[in-house]
C-alpha cells in the first residue's frame, strides 16, 4: 500500500487483503504519519501491541479489559499534528482525483519510454507493459550509481542511487546498484527531457 496507494485508485474490497498500510510522507504530507486498514475479522484476533490511554475499558486486580477495536489499538496521545496534516494531503489527492494522477504519470511514463529509446547506452531495469513511473537504471560502462546521481543531482535532478532495498533482486539481475528515477503527479515531460540531457553529459563523461 505504501508504495501504490500515491499512484492510482484503490479498492480494498477488489484487492481482497486483510492488511492495507499507508504512509503519510509517500502521499505528500508529514513524516511520521500513516494509516492502516485491518479487516473485522483479523482485528478481532490481534492483541494490543502498545498499552496506554483510551485502549482499556477496564483494569482490576485481576486483569485487563481493552475497548472494542479500533480503540484498543489507539493506545497513547496519537501523533495529532502529522495526522492532521496527512488528513489535508489526502483532500488534496482526492480532489485532484486519483485517476487524474493515475493518467498524468502514465503519460509521463510513456513520454520518458520514447526518450530512453535512442539512448543505446541506457540500461533500464524494467520493461513491463503498463508499469509504474519509475526507471531503475545503469548505464554501460563502468560508472557507479552514486557517481551517476552525483552529476545528476549537480544538473537539478534528484534520484535515488543504491540497491533501494532489494539487494536480492540486484543480486539476480546482475547489477550492483541503479539510480532510479521516479516520477509523480508534481512532474512534467520538461523535466523528463531536462533528465535525458542529464543522461548524456553522464554518458560523455563516464561512456
Same mark, same amino acid.
Given at each position: 500500500?505504501?508504495?501504490?496507494?500515491?499512484?492510482?485508485?484503490?479498492?480494498?474490497?477488489?484487492?481482497?487483503?486483510?492488511?492495507?498500510?499507508?504512509?503519510?510522507?509517500?502521499?505528500?504530507?508529514?513524516?511520521?504519519?500513516?494509516?492502516?486498514?485491518?479487516?473485522?475479522?483479523?482485528?478481532?484476533?490481534?492483541?494490543?501491541?502498545?498499552?496506554?490511554?483510551?485502549?482499556?475499558?477496564?483494569?482490576?486486580?485481576?486483569?485487563?479489559?481493552?475497548?472494542?477495536?479500533?480503540?484498543?489499538?489507539?493506545?497513547?496521545?496519537? &501523533? %495529532?499534528?502529522?495526522?492532521? *496534516?496527512?488528513?489535508? !494531503?489526502?483532500?488534496? #489527492?482526492?480532489? +485532484? @482525483?486519483?485517476?487524474?494522477?493515475?493518467?498524468?504519470?502514465?503519460?509521463?511514463?510513456?513520454?520518458?519510454?520514447?526518450?530512453?529509446?535512442?539512448?543505446?547506452?541506457?540500461?533500464?531495469?524494467?520493461?513491463?507493459?503498463?508499469?509504474?513511473?519509475?526507471?531503475?537504471?545503469?548505464?554501460?560502462?563502468?560508472?557507479?550509481?552514486?557517481?551517476?546521481?552525483?552529476?545528476?543531482?549537480?544538473? &537539478? %535532478?534528484?534520484?535515488?542511487? *543504491?540497491?533501494?532495498? !532489494?539487494?536480492?533482486? #540486484?543480486?539476480? +539481475? @546482475?547489477?550492483?546498484?541503479?539510480?532510479?528515477?521516479?516520477?509523480?503527479?508534481?512532474?512534467?515531460?520538461?523535466?523528463?527531457?531536462?533528465?535525458?540531457?542529464?543522461?548524456?553529459?553522464?554518458?560523455?563523461?563516464?561512456?
Amino acid at each position: 500500500g505504501s508504495q501504490g496507494a500515491v499512484h492510482r485508485p484503490v479498492s480494498i474490497p477488489e484487492i481482497g487483503c486483510d492488511f492495507y498500510a499507508i504512509t503519510g510522507h509517500k502521499l505528500y504530507g508529514p513524516s511520521g504519519s500513516g494509516a492502516i486498514w485491518i479487516s473485522k475479522d483479523r482485528m478481532a484476533e490481534m492483541r494490543p501491541f502498545l498499552g496506554g490511554g483510551d485502549m482499556i475499558r477496564e483494569v482490576t486486580r485481576d486483569g485487563v479489559s481493552y475497548n472494542d477495536p479500533p480503540m484498543k489499538f489507539e493506545a497513547g496521545t496519537p &501523533g %495529532i499534528v502529522q495526522q492532521i *496534516g496527512m488528513g489535508v !494531503a489526502l483532500e488534496y #489527492l482526492m480532489d +485532484l @482525483g486519483m485517476a487524474n494522477v493515475a493518467a498524468h504519470e502514465a503519460a509521463l511514463r510513456d513520454y520518458a519510454v520514447a526518450r530512453f529509446k535512442g539512448l543505446n547506452w541506457l540500461n533500464v531495469q524494467g520493461q513491463a507493459p503498463g508499469k509504474g513511473a519509475i526507471f531503475s537504471f545503469t548505464l554501460h560502462g563502468a560508472a557507479h550509481a552514486h557517481d551517476i546521481s552525483t552529476v545528476l543531482d549537480k544538473k &537539478g %535532478i534528484a534520484v535515488r542511487a *543504491g540497491t533501494h532495498c !532489494a539487494m536480492p533482486l #540486484l543480486d539476480h +539481475l @546482475g547489477v550492483g546498484a541503479t539510480c532510479r528515477a521516479s516520477f509523480g503527479l508534481y512532474n512534467t515531460t520538461e523535466e523528463v527531457d531536462r533528465l535525458v540531457e542529464a543522461l548524456e553529459l553522464c554518458h560523455e563523461l563516464f561512456g
